[in-house]
């Protein structure tokens, strides 16, 4: 089993500042058939489900605003919110692909400073 | 848009079974792999497996013992089934859409989710 470790567990940003979370797979989770590294991202807000908001590790779902970007490459895998807005705040989980059973991060608590 | 939404029993006894069901809406349950995912209360998200209207089904080795999962495409309800369960099995169970067909990828659609609790 693929272990992804999050960190930080948690996080207080300024309203308009960076926030950058970071995931680490315990292998490399690159699908050479394509060159991609099989990662998702996804935020979920207190009482509501997960939301998809990154998979091929940089590829943005539709809709999901401009300033979520993923990024990385081999083990080490990074979700960053470019300027930090109130509806931001949510737990981060990153998730990989590249093996089953599917695997995800404990997740990173985003909050307002 | 697929609407995705879970039922069933919202307390369940332990040592007997769990069981849920998915609906969507919106869409047909033939064309995807879906899937069901779990969340105890504060903590992470834990995969239990996917399946197929084919009745192909990808299992959690940590559940696969007690887990059953089917696929009804006419009637666009998935099903979940886990067996013997225990006070650990308590928290959100959720239904989600993969997006992967020969392996699982990312869960683009999600259900509100079901919160189970295993208590006497």
């Known amino acids: 089993e693929i272990v992804m470790t999050q960190s930080p567990d948690s996080l207080a940003v300024s309203l308009g500042a960076r926030a950058t979370i970071n995931c680490k797979s315990s292998?490399?989770?690159?699908?050479?058939?394509?060159?991609?590294?099989?990662v998702a991202w996804y935020q979920q807000k207190p009482g509501h489900p997960p939301k998809l908001l990154i998979y091929?590790?940089?590829t943005r779902e539709s809709g999901v605003p401009d300033r979520f970007s993923g990024s990385g490459s081999g083990t080490d895998f990074t979700l960053t919110i470019s300027s930090l807005q109130a509806e931001d705040v949510a737990v981060y989980f990153c998730?990989?692909?590249?093996?089953?059973?599917?695997?995800f991060g404990g997740g990173t608590k985003v909050e307002i400073k | 848009q697929v609407q995705v939404q879970e039922s069933g029993p919202g307390l369940v006894r332990p040592s007997e079974t769990l069981s849920l069901t998915c609906t969507v809406s919106?869409?047909?349950?033939?064309?995807?792999?879906w899937t069901w995912i779990r969340q105890p209360a504060g903590r992470g998200l834990e995969w239990i497996g996917r399946a197929f209207f084919t009745g192909t089904t990808n299992y959690n080795p940590s559940l696969k013992t007690r887990v059953a999962l089917s696929l009804d495409a006419p009637k666009n309800e998935f099903s979940l089934r886990l067996a013997s369960v225990t006070a650990s099995d308590t928290g959100i169970y959720y239904c989600?859409?993969?997006?992967?067909?020969?392996?699982?990828?990312?869960?683009?659609?999600w259900g509100q989710g079901i919160l189970v609790t295993v208590s006497s």
């Open positions: 919106g869409g047909s349950m033939s064309d995807d792999y």
């Open positions: 998730q990989q692909y590249f093996g089953t059973p599917l695997t």
């Open positions: 292998q490399s989770v690159l699908l050479r058939g394509n060159n991609k590294h099989q």
């Open positions: 989600a859409r993969d997006q992967g067909l020969a392996v699982p990828r990312w869960l683009d659609a």
């Open positions: 091929w590790a940089s």
